[in-house]
């Protein structure tokens, strides 16, 4: 197998590196940091497909460049579902997520003052790659708690399975490697 896999994202040719999961499953890992042209073609490609909204939400971390640049494009705010409770949190909302690419359990946690910016507004949650749909879940989880209408799921690629969902909005299908 390639040590690559090479695919065209939003009209920017990429090689993505191949990355081994366990012993029968290799992936192929998207960066979107530091990658400022990819970013920003993946973020009008996606508000072009999106539904009207009025705020985006992301989870930390990868999905926050992509979520600020289509927040600037698109002059809408966007929110940060962290990955633990910060200080400056007063009555935090906190969900269970598990991650293809993460080991272990994390958290995603949300400030109050956030859930209520979007309690009743139509929400636009955002990310990278959506797999397993388990921090898509996490975050689903957060925005219902917070009251907020959950308008359309983007995503820059769909790895798998998550190709085939008719709930989200993907740019590119990402295949996985069984080994």
């Known amino acids: ?28 890992g998207f960066i979107i940091f530091n990658d400022v042209e990819i970013t ?10 999106s539904p009207e909204f009025d705020y985006i939400i992301t989870a930390e971390c990868k999905g926050i460049p992509l979520a600020y640049e289509m927040a600037r494009q698109s002059n809408k705010p966007y929110i940060v ?9 007063r009555e935090p909302i906190t969900v269970d997520v598990r991650s293809i690419t993460t080991m272990g359990v994390q958290h995603l946690v949300l ?6 910016l979007m309690n009743g507004k139509r929400v636009l949650i955002v990310d990278d790659v959506v797999s397993t749909g388990e921090s898509l879940s996490a975050i689903e989880s957060l925005v219902n708690h917070a009251g907020g209408n959950i308008v359309g799921k983007a995503f820059v690629l769909a790895e798998g399975d998550a190709k ?3 709930d989200i909005i993907y740019l590119e299908p990402l295949p996985l490697f069984f080994k």
């Open 81 to 89: 579902a962290r990955k633990g409770k910060k200080l400056y949190m």
């Open 1 to 28: 197998m390639s040590e690559y896999y090479e695919m065209t994202i939003a009209g920017c040719k990429r090689k993505l590196p191949i990355c081994a999961v366990n012993d029968k499953l290799d992936i192929a």
């Open 164 to 166: 085939d969902r008719d």
């Open 40 to 49: 920003v073609a993946s973020a009008k490609a996606l508000l072009d497909k």
């Open 111 to 116: 400030d109050k003052t956030d859930a209520e």
